[in-house]
Structure formats: structure tokens, C-alpha cells
DNA sequence: TCAATAATAGTAATCATTCTTGTTTCTGTT
DNA sequence: AACAGAAACAAGAATGATTACTATTATTGA
């Protein structure tokens, strides 16, 4: 019942452009990255493909920062720190987040737990050094 | 060099409304709650409003879900499940991290760290029960 | 009461994302 | 290689959340 997939060079693109990065990508930022090697690729192709490498799992959402969504292609379990003064987001190795604890919060509250991030805000060292003269 | 603000009654509705509730509203939950006692209230207002609160921090942002921002009156350190099915976000109590990590996190990393979060993905009890049939 | 200024309604503008339509590309089969 | 059906695409229109603008109204301190 699962729809056949052909295959696109555009989508191998995309997919390895989001994990070519740790930025954590915009799909403008995707599709900025492309154009030069793809002049006729479209933003709606990059949404169209980035929605089903989530769908997949190929690929996750880091959530929502200043108004745009950012993907992450490293699907390993990891934390994030966002800078509020910037905007970019950094891997933190670690999980922070024991399975126990998942595990027991489902029963407790009768919820089917698929996954758990943990999200650091605050200013990145980028930034911090920039506003030392102030 | 502060500006100076005055009192507003749609404002301070606007915050109750918000600190009233554990569902963690949309602008627009908000707006339509408070449309039945001020027929003249402006989503505008609510939008301008929330941006205030946020700043002072009276509030926080949960996030974006399914394109929509949600607040949070309840400022306190606590944990989210977002249901992916209905959206719908609930409060777990307890932290999960430790003071110590954001410590050391930070010195590691040299950076800045005003606030953590914790999120949980997955389905919730009410959507479970609905997909029981299938 | 009165002037200064903050807050608002209503509406227009913005911007990320999704949808639509007609065309092009893949793929399996002759 | 040529063909047919399905999948993917470009380009642009449409959507929907959020923000900005402007003329009016409310608040405040004197």
C-alpha cells in the first residue's frame, strides 16, 4: 500500500545538503545552498522533500526559531542550545533525559512518548564576545 | 529610560486569560476567549500584548505547533508533551535537568544560558482512546 | 479640565509555507 | 530505443499567522 518512489536528483541534493551541515538549516538556506548548482530548482521542491524526509524520519525538526522552521539531518539523540541574539542553533552531545524517566512518565499520565528533546536558550559565545565592549 | 506604561483593562484580561488556563493558547485562543466581553477587542491587541509579556517574561513561549505559537502563563520550570496527533500540550511537573548541567554546559561551551526546556513528543491519553478501534 | 502620550481598532502589509496546474522526468515494459 | 503511466517538478497563486501603520480613544499627571 506504500507509494512507489521515484528516484530525483534534486532530492538527493536536498537530503544531502541538510546533512552536509551542522547548522541546522533553513529550507531557504537549503534552497540558497542549491540554486547555483540547480538554477531551475524551486522553494516549493525543497518544502515538498523536506516534509517527507520528516515524514520518513530521515530527517527531524528542531522547532521553530525567529518565524522559521530548522531541520536537523543528525537523527542520533542530542540537545540543542539556541542563541536568542543570533538565532543559531548548536549541538550539545549528550541527552540529558534517561529512558527511565520516559518510560514512567508514559505510564504515569497514559501518553505514548515518541521521542524528547532538551532545548538550552541564551547567548552563544559568538555573540557573548560581540557585546563585550558594551 | 524605561517607558512608562499605563494601565489597560485588555491587557490585564489578555494576562488572565492566559495565566488562567493550562492549555497554552494561541493568540487567537486567546482572542476569541475574551471576544464575548470585549466585542471590540483587536487581535492586533492580543498580538502586541503577548510580545510584551514575553519580553518581561510574565510569560513564555512553549513553541511553535502546527504553525502556531503557544504561551504559557505558569513561568515556573516544568515539562511539556506535545500530542502530535490533536496538538494539544500538557504540563508534566519536575525539570529533568539539573542546575549542574547548565553549569557545566555553559563553561564548556562558553556560552550564556537563561533558561532550559524540556519537550515530549508522542500521542496523547485522549487520542490513544480514540485510536483504540483501528 | 487639559495636554501629552500610551493603547487601541481596523486594516493593510509581510513573510513562511502550502497548494495548484501544466510540464518534465523516471521507470518498467515492449 | 520508444512508450505509457506515475512521480517530481517549476512557477506562481493562495493561505494563514504575525506585524506594521494610521487615525482614534483612553489614561495619567498637573
Known amino acids: 500500500m506504500e507509494k512507489k518512489q521515484n528516484y530525483s536528483r534534486k532530492r538527493e ?19 540558497q545552498k542549491l540554486k547555483p548548482e540547480y538554477p ?15 515524514n520518513d524520519g530521515t530527517i527531524i525538526s528542531v522547532g521553530t526559531v ?16 539556541v542563541c536568542s541574539c543570533c538565532g543559531a542553533v548548536i549541538d550539545i552531545p549528550g541527552n540529558f533525559i ?18 524528547s528533546e532538551v532545548l538550552f536558550h541564551g547567548i552563544c559565545s559568538n555573540c557573548l564576545q560581540r557585546q563585550k565592549p558594551l
Do not use: M
Open 13 to 31: 541534493a536536498i537530503l544531502k545538503a541538510i546533512q552536509g551541515t551542522t547548522c541546522h538549516p533553513t529550507a531557504e538556506w537549503v534552497y
Open 98 to 115: 534517561s529512558l527511565d524517566a520516559n518510560v514512567e512518565i508514559a505510564e504515569r499520565y497514559h501518553l505514548r512518548i515518541d521521542s
Open 40 to 54: 531551475d530548482l524551486s522553494l516549493g521542491t525543497v518544502y515538498r522533500n523536506i516534509a517527507q524526509f520528516k
Open 66 to 81: 525567529n518565524g522559521q522552521e530548522r531541520y536537523d539531518g543528525n537523527i542520533q539523540p542530542h540537545t540543542h542550545f
